[in-house]
């Protein structure tokens, strides 16, 4: 296999140049720039120039700095777990449900734990959508329901069981100290000891969740940042269609 080495881009190919921002907890000052110099250095990057200092809060001072990336990698040996969906539009997805599923198919979304963002949910679910594209709710071809934020895991399987939903959309903000991730195991942890998750399809989302992340958890598929409502309509009724065989 030919090699692809590669780093980050600046001005030129491959010079390695990358922009950090970070906070420290130190006064602004001479001192406090001279110490995220040394940080960055720490690392693995050099001909290190910091951009801003800017003071946050008392002994807070947050930084922009420019630097030079050391190491390289080989592009070729990168893989990645990825959806093998063809996405299809709103009409296209409608279409398939009704002339394959042969019934409307029900989802059911929230945010779950003490998360009170609804911004993701809403964006997939609500019947504006999102950047132009419908949301689920729009759907004639399905039955949505969006049960909002700060919803337990157990209201959560209770109205799933109640609307003998098709497929769970599960989303999340909120991810200081990995709160998101505790919260999609504990759904996953319920599903499992109620002897019911075989039959959900069940699909994370969120700004730090990837494909790669939600299949780790036990998950059906995983959306991140950008994602449209017809990606997830998509991949719900083509998935579904498989497991109908």
């Given at each position: 296999?030919?090699?692809?080495?590669?780093?980050?881009?600046?001005?030129?190919?491959?010079?390695?140049?990358?922009?950090?921002?970070?906070?420290?907890?130190?006064?602004?000052?001479?001192?406090?720039?001279?110490?995220?110099?040394?940080?960055?250095?720490?690392?693995?990057?050099?001909?290190?120039?910091?951009?801003?200092?800017?003071?946050?809060?008392?002994?807070?001072?947050?930084?922009?700095?420019?630097?030079?990336?050391?190491?390289?990698?080989?592009?070729?040996?990168?893989?990645?777990?990825?959806?093998?969906?063809?996405?299809?539009d709103f009409y296209a997805v409608n279409e398939l449900i009704k002339t394959k599923a042969n019934r409307r198919l029900n989802v059911v979304g929230a945010t779950i734990g003490s998360d009170a963002h609804t911004v993701g949910i809403d964006a997939i679910m609500n019947m504006k959508g999102?950047?132009?594209?419908?949301?689920?709710?729009?759907?004639?071809?399905?039955?949505?329901?969006?049960?909002?934020?700060?919803?337990?895991?157990?209201?959560?399987?209770?109205?799933?069981?109640?609307?003998?939903?098709?497929?769970?959309?599960?989303?999340?903000?909120?991810?200081?100290?990995?709160?998101?991730?505790?919260?999609?195991?504990?759904?996953?942890?319920?599903?499992?000891?109620?002897?019911?998750?075989?039959?959900?399809?069940?699909?994370?989302?969120?700004?730090?969740?990837?494909h790669e992340l939600a299949i780790e958890l036990g998950y059906d598929a995983g959306f991140g940042p950008g994602t449209l409502p017809s990606h997830v309509a998509?991949?719900?009724?083509?998935?579904?269609?498989?497991?109908?065989?």
């Amino acid at each position: 296999m030919t090699e692809e080495l590669i780093k980050p881009y600046g001005d030129t190919l491959n010079d390695g140049i990358v922009q950090l921002s970070f906070t420290l907890p130190v006064e602004n000052g001479p001192r406090a720039k001279k110490a995220a110099e040394i940080y960055v250095s720490e690392l693995n990057f050099e001909h290190i120039s910091v951009a801003c200092a800017e003071k946050v809060a008392d002994d807070f001072t947050f930084f922009v700095v420019y630097a030079r990336a050391i190491p390289v990698i080989d592009y070729a040996n990168i893989q990645a777990s990825e959806i093998k969906t063809e996405f299809m539009d709103f009409y296209a997805v409608n279409e398939l449900i009704k002339t394959k599923a042969n019934r409307r198919l029900n989802v059911v979304g929230a945010t779950i734990g003490s998360d009170a963002h609804t911004v993701g949910i809403d964006a997939i679910m609500n019947m504006k959508g999102y950047n132009m594209d419908y949301g689920l709710e729009r759907y004639p071809e399905m039955n949505a329901w969006n049960m909002g934020a700060q919803v337990t895991s157990e209201d959560l399987l209770k109205k799933v069981l109640e609307t003998d939903a098709d497929a769970i959309l599960v989303s999340q903000t909120v991810t200081q100290k990995d709160a998101h991730i505790r919260n999609f195991t504990e759904l996953m942890e319920l599903l499992e000891a109620e002897n019911v998750r075989h039959r959900f399809i069940v699909i994370a989302g969120g700004p730090r969740i990837t494909h790669e992340l939600a299949i780790e958890l036990g998950y059906d598929a995983g959306f991140g940042p950008g994602t449209l409502p017809s990606h997830v309509a998509s991949y719900i009724v083509t998935t579904f269609l498989k497991k109908k065989g």
